[in-house]
């Protein structure tokens, strides 16, 4: 990261549309026609930024309120960078900035992310530092019912949930495995997937699982204005409502990225605030088998699991679910839905819990 970049530099911009894409030299010049693509053709743009990059190296700038590309493009092997908003002139209420914009801040020294480090790279220790401070106002809203991680650990039930979809592949592959079992999931999309692949948002719901609300663009949130952040919610919401006939009732925050006033925000806004307390990390891509082992060695009655089926290369969690699953009816944990989950009221205080 840091330093003058000198080679070509392709911004990449998020619109309600898709991804506008402005490739320029060093000197600002346009080395190709601007383009627009739909949301639910990266697995064509990966190939074709890779064509560009081939020879002469190419940059690819997103900005930190697109956690949706940087996963594929890193697989991909392309050098992804991240504009942070000190590097930017404001947003619009909805969007990033011009992708041409975006492309000339590669000059600036934006932040070199990493298939490790993930859309947050640089940034872990701010991000830890909002999520500490966040925790008495999150204690706050559980204790209000507004914000859950997982359910009563005297219920024989965990929820499955996966994140960043619709996907054209892995979705349609996810709801194979479920279906093969009986077991029910939270689906929490993202909007620009969402109105990109209505079909698969329709199968979802088609099938009994849980539709969740997770932002329009994978923003880390505490980068958004409270509009910004009610924008990303309500267009979220109405995308799928407009496929399903049902508004989500739970939102579940990119990255868990939460701040104090992030969580002011989301609890004057209708809905769920939803985490979780077993991490997959499925999306750092260890195998199928090491993803099984994580869960099944995390889970307990109650538990809530994040797992990943949009927004890049999924095939290692659909290999490690019929496992997942198998092991959680070995143990006698029932996958559910959060909702189902949630319904269960909590024990009444001072009353010994009944176990079986
Ligand atoms: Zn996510």
Redesign the pocket.
């Known amino acids: 990261m840091g330093g003058r970049y000198a080679g070509v530099a392709a911004g990449i911009a998020w619109t309600g549309e898709g991804y506008q894409v402005e490739v320029l030299d060093g000197a600002g010049r346009r080395v190709v026609e601007a383009s627009s693509w739909g949301a639910d053709r990266v697995a064509e743009l990966v190939p074709w930024l890779r064509g560009l990059s081939e020879g002469s190296g190419l940059a690819v700038v997103l900005d930190s309120t697109n956690g949706l590309l940087d996963g594929p493009l890193t697989a991909a092997g392309l050098d992804v960078y991240r504009a942070d908003p000190w590097l930017l002139p404001p947003r619009p209420r909805f969007g990033s900035v011009p992708a041409e914009r975006l492309a000339r801040s590669a000059l600036d020294g934006p932040a070199r992310v990493t298939a490790e480090g993930g859309s947050l790279t640089g940034r872990a220790e701010e991000y830890h530092e909002g999520v500490r401070r966040s925790a008495p106002a999150q204690a706050a809203m559980t204790a209000a019912g507004r914000c859950f991680e997982h359910g009563r650990r005297d219920t024989p039930r965990v929820a499955l949930t996966f994140?960043?979809g619709p996907d054209p592949v892995h979705t349609r592959q996810v709801l194979e495995i479920l279906d093969r079992y009986g077991a029910r999931a939270t689906f929490f999309c993202v909007g620009h997937h969402v109105a990109a692949l209505p079909d698969e948002v329709r199968r979802i719901a088609d099938a009994g699982h849980e539709l969740g609300n997770?932002s329009w663009s994978?923003p880390f949130l505490p980068d958004l204005t409270p509009e910004q952040l009610r924008e990303q919610l309500d267009r979220t919401t109405e995308a799928v409502a407009r496929v399903t006939g049902e508004a989500p009732t739970r939102f579940r925050p990119?990255y868990g990225g939460l701040t104090p006033e992030v969580l002011a925000t989301l609890a004057e806004h209708p809905g769920t605030v939803t985490l979780w307390d077993v991490d997959s990390r499925d999306w750092s891509r260890p195998g199928p088998e090491r993803i099984a082992e994580t869960v099944l060695g995390g889970v307990r009655p109650g538990s809530v699991v994040l797992m990943h089926e949009g927004a890049g290369d999924r095939g290692q969690t659909v290999r490690a679910l019929p496992s997942i699953i198998e092991g959680l009816l070995e143990r006698g944990l029932e996958p559910v839905t959060v909702g189902e989950l949630a319904a269960v009221p909590a024990a009444p205080a001072g009353v010994p819990v009944t176990r079986s």
């Open positions: 994140d960043d997770h994978h990119p």
